[in-house]
């Protein structure tokens, strides 16, 4: 193998599954999110051998993730997932993963990955950062500023609130809170508000959500969601969320919510009615 070979993209496939999908009748996006998900710990099986999908010491997690949701996907129909690593550092690398069906791109994410040794950051394995930098391509960008992190402060006053009772289903293979549930916090807490407007027929969409995660620590008390409006535009606005765990914020993420025709599934402008809903949450 060249070292041009060793920095070419890994690809797998997945078929979506009947319990994946949504009221919409696609697949949800929690469940996107978790195909890239799983290609990232597929991608690291290839390398690392076939019980890299877990550890008792040093764990390797996401700091944040920007999925962006460019097509809906559809059940009966694989979905191919391509997965490079485009950067390395001391104590982070990134990756890129993008979801094709029927040969139309329908998702993209950016991973940023950092370790964790019993619940706090540490600098990466030698072994992890070696051959990570040896697959890099390089091809990483800066990532956007993660501003919704400064509303986080006043998480305590966001208009929209909710008691979250964490399962067992949530602790994942490390014992650890799994990223998919954290994931899936982030979705409920703008679901609880979406659920709570009146569009008057129109539709909604995530087109976007950026997560940034603070720790993985798991634990049975109640959690707190909290979310508000942080901005509004033309025909989209945005939900900044997030969980605190013991008054502390978990998870954080900021996801653009598009309104559409539902006849069309085109964007449309937010109506009177549904701004003013709106403004009555901004943060």
Not at 257 to 263: E, K, S
Request: charged share 20%; glycine share 4%; net charge negative.
């Amino acid at each position: 193998m060249t070292d041009q070979d060793k920095t070419l993209p890994l690809s797998f496939s997945f078929s979506p599954r009947y319990t994946d999908l949504d009221t919409w009748r696609h697949v949800n996006n929690s469940r996107i999110y978790q195909l890239h998900l799983e290609a990232r710990v597929r991608a690291h099986v290839s390398r690392f051998g076939e019980d890299a999908w877990f550890s008792d010491d040093v764990r390797l997690r996401p700091l944040r993730t920007i999925t962006d949701y460019r097509q809906v996907s559809w059940y009966g129909s694989d979905i191919n997932a391509w997965i490079s690593v485009t950067d390395c550092h001391e104590d982070s690398f990134r990756l890129h993963s993008e979801l094709y069906q029927n040969g139309v791109l329908v998702g993209t994410q950016e991973t940023l990955m950092g370790a964790f040794e019993k619940g706090h950051r540490v600098a990466l394995p030698d072994d992890i950062r070696t051959v990570m930098a040896g697959v890099s391509n390089g091809s990483a960008s800066p990532l956007a500023p993660a501003e919704y992190r400064d509303h986080l402060q006043h998480a305590h006053n966001f208009a929209i609130r909710e008691q979250l009772i964490p399962r067992y289903a949530d602790v994942d293979a490390d014992s650890q809170r799994s990223e998919a549930a954290l994931a899936l916090y982030m979705e409920q807490a703008r679901s609880t508000g979406i659920r709570q407007l009146d569009f008057d027929g129109l539709g909604v969409l995530v087109a976007s959500v950026d997560v940034s995660f603070e720790h993985y620590q798991a634990g049975w008390s109640p959690v707190a969601l909290a979310a508000g409006i942080s901005r509004i535009g033309n025909s989209s606005f945005l939900f900044t969320t997030c969980a605190l765990h013991k008054d502390a914020v978990q998870v954080s993420a900021c996801s653009v919510m598009v309104v559409i025709d539902p006849a069309t599934s085109r964007p449309v402008p937010i109506t009177p009615a549904l701004r003013e809903q709106l403004e009555a949450w901004l943060i």
